[in-house]
């Protein structure tokens, strides 16, 4: 079964030849910046247009893994939400404290872009059954990785999935320092 999401995740790891969020917004000619004036746990990062150039500001302060993760979240939302992004910037203030489907669809995009499923597989299969675990073995939060879980049920896989996905996960701290 076909998944929207996973589909043009897959599509833009074969063109880029690599799973790193930061490689694929070089790719699509996306200027990454990044920003000390935030606070560990406040804004973590946003996406904009300005006169026709893409633009992802992230967090200095954010950890590799949440570096990683929010950045696979805004790239969900320039390859999914491009038509929105051009007329307004989509900024963690709005979009970890309010549910919202575009919050949804960039979390399930940033999460098959991260994660393969023979990746997910090899985890469990590997004796890594519990959600919390798992998601330290593959360096995301346990909510990405449900994101993960939920894509690959929809296509077809046997998997449990252990709790509904909350699209405000990224506004909290997602390892103490």
Known sequence: MSNIFYDKAEELVSKVGSRDPLEALAYLNTEVRYSNHHQFDGLK???IIA???RYVML????S????????SHEL???KMHMKDTKTCAF?????????SLQEDEASS??????????DVLDVIENGCTDIYQAAMVLKVPRQFLT??????????????LPELTDNRFLAKPLYSR
């Not at 590799?64 to 950045?71: D, N």
């Not at 995009?109 to 023979?118: E, H, R, T, V």
């Not at 994101?147 to 449990?160: E, Q, T």
């Open 109 to 118: 995009f940033g999460a098959d872009f991260l994660m393969s499923d023979l």
């Open 76 to 78: 969900g939302h320039i």
């Open 91 to 99: 900024q963690e203030f709005d979009l970890y404290h309010t549910v």
């Open 51 to 53: 006169l026709k150039q």
């Open 45 to 47: 990062g946003f996406c």
């Open 147 to 160: 994101y993960k879980l939920s894509s690959m049920i929809a296509r077809g896989h046997d998997l449990l």
């Open 59 to 62: 967090n200095a302060k954010l």
């Open 64 to 71: 590799e893994c949440e570096m990683r993760c929010v950045a």
